[in-house]
């Protein structure tokens, strides 16, 4: 497996890999699928910021950061998603996206990396805790999703 920055040449596996998440999980409160034009964007702007990992040339998972919250107090602060295809999962390809991300964002300046874990995906939350994350909160409630609400899953890890 080979882990590198995005490539607007990705987004369409991106958008494939995503929006099955999307349309078929509570991993993610989303319910509005991802368009390449949208996921281009994001690429470009984010940078080294967006990861992906491939094997024999296809696209199996991404991990990406963005804003926190608005405002300059939150410039060294972010959040983060990482996502697989299933095939992905179990070969340590989030291990390795977010060892990458967790690069990017010391060299961005990011001090403090937060993770919005859907309360319906326990293997999530045991995901970051393996990888330091701690869990700060449980924000119950706060999403809403096939017909029911969901609790968030607040977790940080310092870099």
Partial sequence: ????????????????????????????????????????????????????VE????????????????GPGYAHTKEHSIQLAPEARGRGAGRALMSALEHAARYDGVHSLWAGVSGENPGGVTFHARLGFAK?????????????????????KIL
């Fill in 136 to 156: 700060i909160a449980t924000l119950p409630e706060v999403g809403f999703k096939f017909d029911r609400w969901i609790d968030l899953v607040l977790m940080q």
């Fill in 55 to 70: 094997h024999h040339g296809q696209v199996l998972g991404f991990a990406t950061y963005f804003a926190f919250r608005s």
């Fill in 1 to 52: 497996m080979i882990v590198r920055p995005a490539d607007a040449k990705d987004a369409p596996y991106i958008a494939g890999i995503w929006n099955d998440i999307i349309q078929n999980t509570m991993a993610t409160f989303t319910t509005e699928p991802k368009t390449v034009d949208g996921l281009v964007a994001d690429i470009r702007s984010r940078g080294h910021g967006f990861q992906v």
